[in-house]
């Protein structure tokens, strides 16, 4: 017989620390997130769309954990989506990177969890849009997120 089967040292590994389904939240440091400004989106929306969407999506709630700081800019964004015009939608997402398009996602599918009156088929617009400009990719991406507006 050998000499190693006696040996206990490999008892000593964690190989719970090794599996891939453990979840560990690595960043936190979202409590002074606080979206995007009311007041300034306000005030573009009156004045150029292309500028409220920029703005509307420059500081997304992701890392925060107040549910009431997301649903206020959830929103803020439907807003204005809802004031884009179906023939300035698509200038609208061109005008965003793929990061901007997947935040975009993001909002759209959050917008979908809770439809209002007329948001649905606003949503399925800006969807159609976004589609085509971050392709499935996009899809997969922010369906497979961790972290959620």
Do not use: C
Not at 9 to 24: A, G, H
Not at 50 to 76: F, S, W, Y
């Amino acid at each position: 017989m050998s000499k190693n089967t006696v040996a206990a040292r490999f008892r000593r590994v964690d190989v719970d620390e090794y599996d891939e389904n453990k979840f560990v939240d690595e960043e936190e440091g979202g409590e002074n997130q606080l979206g995007p400004d009311e007041a300034e989106v306000d005030s573009l929306i009156r004045q150029n769309f292309m500028q409220a969407l920029q703005a509307v999506l420059k500081n997304p709630p992701i890392n925060t954990k107040n549910q009431n700081v997301k649903d206020r800019a959830e929103g803020l964004v439907l807003k204005v989506l809802s004031a884009f015009k179906s023939s300035d939608i698509e200038k609208g997402v061109q005008s965003l990177d793929k990061n901007g398009v997947d935040l975009l996602m993001k909002y759209i599918y959050k917008g979908f969890e809770r439809p209002s009156e007329n948001s649905s088929a606003v949503l399925l617009q800006w969807h159609e849009k976004a589609l085509a400009a971050g392709g499935v990719g996009s899809i997969v991406r922010v369906l497979t997120a961790r972290k959620t507006v």
